[in-house]
């Protein structure tokens, strides 16, 4: 279709963020712009590769040798008894589609925010922002401290619920 890089968003599980990452920036990617996941533009952004991503592990393996051979991905990998922990990433949605489009040459930038379950409206906006300064929209050091008025979904605004009545308080 002519896309010469992709952008995939994504949140992550809290529950296996590095307890080392509690503080700081919030926002991860692994990128095909070199075999290990690194890229250079994420790292001047101040952005940590996932950790997790180790392109040598057995799901990550099995995921490229998949796509790449084209041959039928066998499910039964998945299926196994003797997952790991290593395992886990290789086999959410977003591996899928970072693999698929690697295969295809294309390079891809997979950004991640550790969100824990509930209300992720600010962690959602922290992702847009992110993208909006990984595609140059906006300066390295105004991620955050801008004050975009995002076009906010509406069904975002009755998920839980009406704000409570601040009287009672």
């Not at 790292?43 to 040598?56: A, D, F, T």
């Not at 886990?88 to 550790?114: D, E, Q, W």
């Amino acid at each position: 279709m002519g896309k010469k890089e992709v952008v995939i968003v994504s949140s992550l599980d809290s529950g296996k963020m590095p307890r080392c990452d509690m503080i700081g920036q919030q926002i991860h990617y692994i990128s095909t712009g070199n075999v290990d996941g690194t890229d250079e533009r994420c790292e001047n952004l101040g952005w940590k590769k996932l950790e997790q991503y180790v392109p040598s592990q057995r799901g990550w393996q099995y995921l490229d040798s998949q796509l790449v051979d084209g041959s039928v991905q066998d499910e039964s990998f998945w299926a196994e008894d003797d997952l790991t922990d290593e395992d886990y990433f290789p086999s959410l949605p977003f591996a899928s589609l970072f693999s698929s489009c690697k295969a295809k040459g294309l390079k891809v930038t997979c950004l991640f925010c550790f969100c824990s379950e509930g209300d992720n409206m600010q962690d959602a906006l922290l992702l847009a922002e992110a993208v909006y300064k990984f595609i140059g929209k906006c300066s390295s050091t105004s991620l955050g401290n801008r004050n975009t008025d995002w076009a906010i979904p509406l069904s975002w605004k009755t998920v839980y619920g009406p704000p409570p009545d601040m009287s009672m308080f």
